[in-house]
Structure formats: structure tokens, C-alpha cells
């Protein structure tokens, strides 16, 4: 009851959400309105539950300032894919959008989702209508709900994977939100008499306190870094048969400078559920954080901080109550490597995948490489092969049996066989400018440059093929999971990068700050003597991570509330 709850003390979206009938709010005025490129204030909280952020372009904000004209507005648009899974025909149709109502390219995020960029109010009812015609949507894509479940990607590299990948979509379909108001407002259709109100079983009227992140996977792989989500699924075989998952819970990476109060947090293992259990769990995980989550402070709202204010025994505790019987102890595991493994694999049911390098996840035609035509012409003259987002911004052509059709289309444009160094396929970078209004500084733009010039270093040390995980992002919310890299950058202010050494090859462990405010003079001179370092002196096998923790670069840090930026 509205009367009951005393809003002086929460954070002012948890009143959105609540008198926004179910995410309604004010959108469909919004969207009407003639006189500005943006919606209301408040919208903008609740659109993104939609899968809709407003942005504006930050490469033009200063000029139309000067000439007194609002930012140039637009919207980004996020496609859920559990799994990351797409069809060839599914493809076609975020390509034709891309051109037809958005910036020309296809962003493929660090969880296995499709954004557009640039997509105009005007055009953000047909594109989604023309997402929703290809049987794909963006709800909850966005927003104080769970987003987008991850899973392990490649099928050709497990037999698990398709038990994992149904496990996403389950768990996927069982949180989507409920509210009738996404298919009223985009699709324009009403699904329920109108006499009939909406109901969310599980969220309630205020949805989660924050946003929520699950994932999957399947060791020796951890390609989607499971513990950086909320909630994490590690499958576990025995004689070739999945017999269930271990969970993991409270990891999260979004901290904010200056506040040592917010870091980032490896999920702990807490136990081990069968395969017919885990989407109970996640549901009973879910409302554990919602009825306890701090819903005052919204940089204090996630999974993370629950545990870490409660005590880990305290959250077993009450996740046992919820469920109602106790999770068994974790089984052992092991993880061998997060990222992506490239080229081309056959599955046991003799289908192949092609595991291709697309930097920055961004799918875009240039002068020097046609990436989104040759991709087009692949899902064109390949129907029958799927096309599966990475959680490392990657693609897979994936289960084809038309090899050698996708391996000529794929040469004709140089897009594969390529080379690439260790460095390269290893690396991640967010979107940052100019699109994201958190950015201070480039992260996508930028990072593909700087691995130029820190190969050339490489290259001194005879180190090109060396396997380093390097992540950018353009502030510390983590978009691009930064703090499980061996070396990462996070952005200070335009230019100018905090430097941090230390994560591992498995997505296992945090790094740690060793620079701050690093210009890229300062970046080079500060990784040359490390780099030469690290050939000369490593042990046989070590990896760069593990490196500079023995030699004492940086220290290993264990535990999230130890981060300092
Ligand atoms: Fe993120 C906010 C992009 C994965 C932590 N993220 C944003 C926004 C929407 C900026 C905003 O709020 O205005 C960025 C839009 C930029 C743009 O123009 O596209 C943005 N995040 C991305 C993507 C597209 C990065 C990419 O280059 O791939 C990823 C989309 C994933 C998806 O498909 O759903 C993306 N974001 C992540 C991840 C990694 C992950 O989930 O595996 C994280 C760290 C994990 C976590 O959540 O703890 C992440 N994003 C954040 C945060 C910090 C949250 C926090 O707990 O404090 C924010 C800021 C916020 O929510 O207030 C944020
Ligand atoms: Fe934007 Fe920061 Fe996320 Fe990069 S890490 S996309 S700059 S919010």
C-alpha cells in the first residue's frame, strides 16, 4: 500500500516504478510529443525497462550548446537474446533495422545481446515492432529486473550446451516481466480486457531494487566470467552428463570514483543444485535481494552489497528458507580459461561453428574491412547456420553444415582467415563515446590504437602470440568487465586512464589498481619495462596476470571491499 510505504527515505525511482501502472508512466505522451526528440524525465527511468535508454550525441553536445538547440537526442535500443542466440533470418532483420531506423551498425554487448545506436523517437516504434516481427524483444533488456541471461556460446565445444542454453531461456522466460504495457505502447496491442489489471508475481509494483545478472557456464570455460554476475550457474558433468550447477552468488562490478564505499565483487560459490531445480533457485535468489536490497541508495542497491551487509551465512540462510530445503554442497570444478576460443570447430553431432574476432563487438562496414555486408551475405546464402553473440562481444556462425559456402563468403571480404595477436582477441572495450552518457572517456574508439602501439612493443619481446586478457572502459561501471583483466583501463577523464594489473586467465580474480591518470605516452612507458619484464623473468607457462602479482607489480586483492580505484 502506497500510504504504508514512507517514499522520504527511498530513491526516487522506486516512486516511478511504482505509480508507472506497471511501466505505462507517461510514454505514450512522450513518445507523441512534437516538440522535443526527448521523453519526460521519468519515462526515461521507466523506457528502460523496455530495453530503451535515451541518449544524446556527446561528439556535438558542446556545438549545440553554443547554438542553444536541445542535445541531439536519440535512443539506444538493447535486443534480450537469451544465450545469445540468433537465426540467420533473426540477423537479417537487426541488419535492415540497423540501416533503415538506426546509426548503420550492430553493437554486440559484453552479454550477448544486439544494441542499435542512434534510433531517432520517431523510429522507435517501428524498429520495434520490426524486432518483434523477427520473434525477438527488448523487454527487460534494461531496467530493475533481470536482464539478459548469458550462457556459454560455442556448441561445438560441449555437449552440455544445449541443456545450458534451454537452462537461459528458461530461467529468461520465468523472470520476464509480466505488465501488459510493452505490447500496448510498442506493438499497440491490448492483451487483456481492459477491465483486467496487470499483476507482476514475482517484481511486485517496484520491481527489483537495481538491475539483476545471471550466466551460465560450462568449465573448463568461464566465457561469460560468471562471477561478475548476481546469480551464476557452473554446470557440472559427470561421464558426459550434466547432473547439475553450482551457484554463485553476488558479484557485480559498477563502483563510482571517489566512493570507496561502491567496488566491484567476485560472486562466492555457495552450493549446488540439480538441473530441475536451478530455475526455482534463481527465482528464490531474485526475491531474496528484492525483499532485502536497499531500495534508498541506488549505488548500494546490488546483490553484492546485500550479502556483503548481511554476512554470506545470513543470504545461505534465507535462500534455504525460500526454497524451502538446503542446497547441497558445491561439487568440485575447474575453470582453464574465460574469453573466446577462435576458428573453427566441429560438434560430436558433425555441425560446425566459426568463432570469429569482431572488435568492439561493433558490426559495421568500413573501407578497410565490409564486416556487416559479409556477414549479411553469410545469413543470406547460409539459412540453416545460427548466428550466436559472444559474452566476450564475438560471434559464432554456428551448427552449419555448409563449412566451406561460410569459409569462401567469409574470405572474399578478408574477414576470416585473419591474424590476430594475443593481445587482440583478448580484449574488450564499451562502447563509452560518444554514445554513453557516463563515458569520460573513449573506450571502443580508442583501444583498438593503443593495441597497435602496445603491440609493437610485443613485437621487441617476440611476445605477439602471448594470450593477455586487456579490457577498456570509459568510467568504472565495469561495462566491459575491466576487473578480471590482466591489464585493464578505465577512464579518468578525456585522454587520461587508471591503470590496473593482476586478473587471471580464468575470470577468477580481481586486479588492482598500480597508475592513476595515465596519458597514452604514460600508459606505453609504463607497460614497456613490465613487458620486457615478464619475457625475460616468467616462469615457464605463467601467464602475465600471475606474473606481476608474483613479482610484486601489484597485490592480489581478495576480496571486493579491499578494491581501491
Ligand atoms: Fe553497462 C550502464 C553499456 C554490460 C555495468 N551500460 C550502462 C549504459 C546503459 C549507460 C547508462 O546507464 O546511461 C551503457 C550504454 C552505452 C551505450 O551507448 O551503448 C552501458 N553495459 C553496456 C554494454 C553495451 C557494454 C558493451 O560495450 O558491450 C553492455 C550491455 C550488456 C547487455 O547486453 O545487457 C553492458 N554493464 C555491463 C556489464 C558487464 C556484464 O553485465 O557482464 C556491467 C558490469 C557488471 C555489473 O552489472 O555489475 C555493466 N552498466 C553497468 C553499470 C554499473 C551498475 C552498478 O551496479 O553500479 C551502469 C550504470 C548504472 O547502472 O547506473 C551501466
Ligand atoms: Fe558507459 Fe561506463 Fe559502461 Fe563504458 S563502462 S559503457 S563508459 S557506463
Not at 27 to 53: M, R, W
Not at 464 to 479: A, D, F, L, S
Amino acid at each position: 500500500m502506497s500510504e504504508s510505504i514512507d517514499w522520504s527515505v527511498l530513491s526516487e525511482v522506486e516512486k516511478i516504478k511504482y505509480d508507472s501502472n506497471y511501466l505505462r508512466g507517461t510514454l505514450e505522451e512522450s513518445l507523441a510529443d512534437p516538440v522535443t526528440g526527448a521523453i519526460a524525465d521519468a519515462d526515461t527511468q521507466l523506457s528502460k525497462f523496455h530495453g530503451i535508454y535515451q541518449q544524446f550525441d556527446r561528439d556535438v553536445e558542446k556545438e549545440r550548446k553554443r547554438q542553444k538547440l536541445e542535445p541531439a537526442f536519440s535512443f539506444l535500443i538493447r535486443v534480450r537474446l537469451p544465450g545469445g542466440v540468433a537465426s540467420s533470418q533473426q540477423w537479417l532483420q537487426m541488419d535492415k533495422l540497423a540501416d533503415e531506423h538506426a546509426n548503420g551498425t550492430l553493437k554486440l554487448t559484453t552479454r550477448q545481446a544486439f544494441q542499435l545506436h542512434g534510433v531517432i523517437k520517431s523510429k522507435l516504434k517501428p524498429t520495434i515492432q520490426g524486432i518483434n516481427d523477427a520473434l525477438m524483444d527488448t523487454i527487460a533488456a534494461c531496467g530493475d529486473v533481470n536482464r539478459n541471461v548469458m550462457s556459454h556460446a560455442n556448441p561445438a565445444e560441449s555437449e552440455l550446451h544445449a541443456e545450458v542454453y534451454q537452462l537461459a531461456k528458461d530461467i529468461s522466460a520465468h523472470l520476464t516481466p509480466q505488465t501488459t504495457a510493452y505490447h500496448e505502447i510498442w506493438l499497440e496491442k491490448k492483451l487483456l480486457a481492459d477491465s483486467k489489471k496487470d499483476v507482476e508475481p514475482i517484481y511486485g509494483d517496484r520491481y527489483l531494487p537495481r538491475k539483476f545478472k545471471m550466466s551460465v557456464v560450462i568449465p573448463p570455460y568461464n566465457d561469460t566470467d560468471v562471477f561478475s554476475q548476481d546469480l551464476g550457474f557452473i554446470a557440472i558433468e559427470e561421464k558426459g552428463k550434466l547432473i547439475g550447477y553450482n551457484i554463485s552468488v553476488g558479484g557485480g562490478f559498477g563502483s563510482t570514483f571517489g566512493i570507496p564505499e561502491t567496488y566491484p565483487r567476485l560472486g562466492d560459490v555457495i552450493g549446488f543444485c540439480k538441473p530441475d531445480q536451478a530455475v526455482e533457485v534463481a527465482e528464490k535468489v531474485v526475491l531474496v535481494q528484492k525483499d532485502n536490497g536497499d531500495r534508498a541508495n541506488r549505488k548500494h542497491a546490488r546483490l553484492k552489497y546485500t550479502i556483503d551487509d548481511n554476512g554470506l551465512d545470513w543470504f545461505k540462510a534465507e535462500l534455504n528458507r525460500y526454497l524451502g530445503y538446503e542446497l547441497e554442497p558445491a561439487k568440485p570444478y575447474q575453470f582453464t580459461r574465460n574469453g573466446d576460443r577462435f576458428g573453427w570447430k566441429k560438434g560430436t553431432d558433425g555441425k560446425w561453428s566459426l568463432n570469429l574476432f569482431v572488435e568492439g563487438g561493433r558490426v559495421k562496414d568500413t573501407e578497410q574491412l565490409q564486416l556487416k555486408t559479409a556477414l549479411r551475405e553469410v545469413a543470406e546464402q547460409v539459412p540453416d547456420a545460427q548466428f550466436i553473440l559472444t559474452g566476450n562481444q564475438n560471434l559464432i556462425i554456428a551448427n552449419t553444415a555448409e563449412k566451406s559456402k561460410v569459409a569462401a563468403i567469409l574470405k572474399k571480404y578478408t574477414v576470416w582467415p585473419i591474424q590476430l595477436s594475443g593481445l587482440r582477441q583478448n580484449s574488450i572495450a564499451c562502447v563509452a563515446l560518444n554514445t554513453c552518457g557516463l563515458a569520460f572517456a573513449e573506450a571502443e574508439r580508442y583501444l583498438p590504437e593503443l593495441i597497435t602501439k602496445l603491440e609493437d612493443i610485443l613485437d621487441e619481446y617476440n611476445l605477439r602470440k602471448e594470450e593477455i586478457v586487456i579490457r577498456m572502459t570509459g568510467c568504472p561501471n565495469g561495462c566491459g568487465r575491466p576487473y578480471l583483466a590482466e591489464i585493464a583501463f578505465i577512464g579518468k577523464s578525456l585522454g587520461h586512464y587508471n591503470l590496473y594489473l593482476g586478473g587471471n586467465f580464468n575470470g577468477t580474480r580481481l586486479n588492482s589498481l598500480y597508475r592513476e591518470t595515465l596519458s597514452e605516452e604514460q600508459i606505453l612507458d609504463e607497460l614497456r619495462p613490465i613487458i620486457a619484464d615478464f619475457a625475460e623473468n616468467r616462469l615457464e607457462k605463467e601467464s602475465f596476470g600471475d606474473f606481476v602479482i608474483r613479482k610484486g607489480y601489484v597485490k592480489e586483492i581478495k576480496e571486493g571491499k579491499d578494491f581501491k580505484h
